[in-house]
Nanobody, 124 residues
Framework: QVQLVESGGGLVQAGDSLRLSCAASGRTFSTYTLGWFRQAPGKEREFVAAISWSGSNTYYADSVKGRFTISRGSTKNTVSLQMNTLKPVDTAVYYC?????????????????WGQGTQVTVSS
């Protein structure tokens, strides 16, 4: 029904930057929330950032606040995550996900559709 494809991951050094993108296709909701999550080896999936349909509402995990910026494209079916001042602790597979409502945007269990993930590796 809904397909999400992430891109932009890679291997960088600490302090460097990356920009991830996610494109949604298929039968998407007229309005919906898009979020980014990440999962490091041996750890649970954690919330990174989310953005509402209009882009007026954003929500960030404390660990990335001030370093990462989530934004939505003009077509509304794309979302980007600008990651600056990357740290080794940011190393993880990053996933794009979507849910219908803004409420509970930080809860991974509330998201219905997920992308395949893109690897981000930050070396020290």
């Amino acid at each position: 029904q809904v397909q999400l494809v992430e891109s932009g991951g890679g291997l960088v050094q600490a302090g460097d930057s990356l920009r991830l993108s996610c494109a949604a296709s298929g039968r998407t909701f007229s309005t919906y929330t898009l979020g980014w999550f990440r999962q490091a080896p041996g750890k649970e999936r954690e919330f990174v950032a989310a953005i509402s349909w209009s882009g007026s509402n954003t929500y960030y995990a404390d660990s990335v606040k001030g370093r990462f910026t989530i934004s939505r494209g003009s077509t509304k079916n794309t979302v980007s995550l600008q990651m600056n001042t990357l740290k080794p602790v940011d190393t993880a597979v990053y996933y794009c996900a979507t849910k219908r409502q803004w409420i509970d945007a930080g809860n991974p269990s509330a998201y219905a559709y997920w992308g395949q993930g893109t690897q981000v590796t930050v070396s020290s």
